[in-house]
């Protein structure tokens, strides 16, 4: 489980995790740089697995036009014929693409997962949604 809560009037996003892989956000003022791309991941055990659990949060400020990526693992784990996964890495060299709207690169993504699948079947849900900050 990934929660973000969007705090639109100190434009900041508070996030925690519970399991889940890795979010992305996209500063999209710093196009070309190191920070464009910021994995948005704390190490949490999954809900329910322990009694009473605690879990941390992060917070992260935003911009206009910045841009917010939440996915299931079935993204990453969309595997091809050959057994092999789509993975982390080709995500984010789609990722690291400078795109004006979210439709875009959500198209490009779901266009990727599925070249890359061709015909093998597709075990996992796939659940992806891009919020793009106004």
Known sequence: CFLAIVDTKNKSITYS???HI????IKK???NKAEYLTEMYIPGKPLGFVENASYKNKKISYSKA???IMFTDGVTET???DNEEFGESKL???LKNEYDSSKELLNDIVEETVYFRADAPQFDDITLLI???L
């Open 79 to 81: 595997f091809n014929k």
């Open 92 to 94: 984010k060299d789609i």
């Open 29 to 31: 003022s710093a196009m």
């Open 17 to 19: 995790n519970a399991g």
């Open 66 to 68: 910045d841009k917010i």
């Open 22 to 25: 890795p979010q992305y956000f």
């Open 131 to 133: 919020a793009k900050f």
